[in-house]
């Protein structure tokens, strides 16, 4: 009886450490793919910045577009 007891709480142990081991793979891979985001869109923040300064320098405010 109190060997059965033993295997179960072995076995459940055995079972958390893979299911543990798992999570800490996704936990892992999730921060991966976070840090390629971040830095994805940080490239796309700093490419609409350069362009919306070319822009404004090609056109200066106070000039009335072409079709006036």
Same mark, same amino acid.
């Given at each position: 009886?109190?060997? @059965? ?11 958390? @450490? ?5 999570? $800490? ?8 793919? +976070? ?15 350069? +362009?919306? @300064? ?7 405010? $106070? ?5 006036y």
């Amino acid at each position: 009886m109190i060997e @059965e007891r033993l295997i179960n709480i072995e076995a459940k142990i055995t079972f958390q @450490e893979d299911l543990i081991e798992e999570l $800490n793979k996704t936990v892992y891979q999730q921060q991966q793919k +976070l840090d390629r985001l971040e830095a994805f869109c940080e490239s796309l923040a700093r490419r609409i910045q350069s +362009l919306a @300064e070319t822009g404004n320098e090609e056109m200066p405010a $106070n000039e009335r577009p072409p079709h006036y």
